[in-house]
């Protein structure tokens, strides 16, 4: 009989837990109507039905959160999209057009070769003037990008940066450049970095949760965006990533963009805090 | 052409049960058992109405101690006005869609 009830029991379970996150998903001036749906759910017979009841709780909050934004002006005028646009595609094209003419006049002021990988005379002899314009830059154009608001090109530059720091400390460890040998790894590191932003991007939507589950889901977040670059990397090419550096520069790639972007989005969310937010 | 508003067979539905007793207070998962709305499909649309002042609100307490108090609704004056209206205007509107739906299924 008990074991009859607990599929129940699970849904019951599950339809407060679905309640309790959308609540947390609303704005505490604008619950009434999900504090109506909850206070329902308690007529209905069973978990399952429960559970049902709870799901109609996700195109509630929905339709709440999306009258809440037409009712801020800054957020609901049509101006808006375009203006945030505008200065995604400024902080992204404006930065490259100052980390561009660095490279090329730090190499005419060294009069080293840009495309000599590993050979004399190539920039890797000042390995420390081009990692600080290639890092330094991302790492200013994220800053850039937080002052613009501009949330797109803020993981952009944090991408840029961390596959571009992984890559010196790979090369000033084992003193290899981009040759094509190493093209499949700077592919996996480039896939790992990107897998992990976009995976951490994501699980910014915990970030009302406590502190250890919310470094948990970037340390998780890391560790799948380097197990889904590791296998699609082997499919292509089984020997070149079977070298441990390799692994550890995917591996560092995957785990630094994912507390990057976990970081980005903590702080994102403090810039955009709600009105309701600020008076609470 | 744009839909007039609240006349979608959902939100028609709500207001015809509503206008049977306009004057009573109705609990949101009794609509939801008569009409056979879902409570994702019918709690937008009581936002919708109380939003427009088409419904009043208002909190009961629960009859069982222990469990939260208990949004209630009715029509207010203009509402109920509103919704013989609207139900008289889509009367025709809901007979196109009958004959439409029996015709699709020939």
Redesign the interface.
């Known amino acids: 009989m008990r074991m009859r009830d607990f599929p129940g029991r699970v849904a019951d379970a599950l339809a407060k837990q679905l309640l309790g996150w959308l609540h947390r998903r609303v704005d505490p001036e604008s619950r ?2 999900l ?6 759910s ?3 017979a069973g978990g399952w039905q429960r559970l ?9 909050v929905w ?2 959160n999306r ?1 809440c934004k037409m009712d801020e002006p800054e957020r609901g005028t049509r101006e808006a999209p375009i203006a945030s646009g505008v200065a995604n595609i400024a902080a992204v094209a404006g930065w490259y057009a100052v980390i561009i003419p660095a490279t090329y006049g730090a190499a005419r002021f060294f009069r080293c070769q840009l495309f000599f990988g590993s050979q004399p005379g190539g920039c890797q002899e000042h390995p420390f003037t081009f990692g600080s314009i290639v890092i330094g830059g991302g790492v200013l154009g994220m800053m850039t990008a937080f002052a613009l608001r501009a949330r797109f090109a803020a993981y952009w530059w944090a991408l840029f940066s961390v596959i571009n720091t992984v890559g010196f400390v790979w090369f000033l460890s084992s003193g290899i450049v981009d040759v094509p040998r190493y093209g499949a790894t700077q592919g996996a590191m480039f896939m790992a970095a990107t897998f992990g932003m976009v995976l951490a991007a994501i699980t910014r939507q915990i970030r009302q949760t406590e502190t250890e589950g919310r470094i948990t889901a970037q340390l998780v977040a890391g560790g799948i965006s380097f197990v889904i670059a590791d296998a699609l990397i082997r499919i292509r090419d089984r020997q070149l990533v079977a070298d441990n550096v390799n692994h550890f520069a995917v591996f560092a790639c995957a785990m630094s963009a994912a507390i990057l972007a976990a970081l980005i989005a903590r702080r994102w969310s403090r810039l955009s805090v709600t009105p309701a937010d600020r008076r609470a | 052409m744009p839909r007039l508003p609240n006349t979608s067979p959902q939100t028609l539905r709500v207001l015809e049960l509503l206008l049977e007793a306009p004057r009573s207070w109705h609990y949101g998962y009794a609509l939801s058992q008569l009409t056979g709305l879902k409570s994702g499909t019918l709690y937008p649309i009581l936002l919708r109405l109380a939003d427009q002042g088409w419904l009043e609100t208002r909190w009961a307490e629960a009859e069982q101690p222990g469990r939260p108090p208990r949004h209630t609704y009715r029509l207010t004056g203009k509402g109920a006005r509103l919704a013989r209206t609207t139900l008289a205007e889509a009367a025709p509107l809901k007979m196109n869609r009958r004959l439409a739906a029996v015709s699709g299924s020939h």
């Open positions: 009434e109507w504090d109506a749906l909850t206070a329902e308690n007529c209905a049902r009841w709870a799901l109609g709780g996700v195109p509630l339709t709440i009258r």
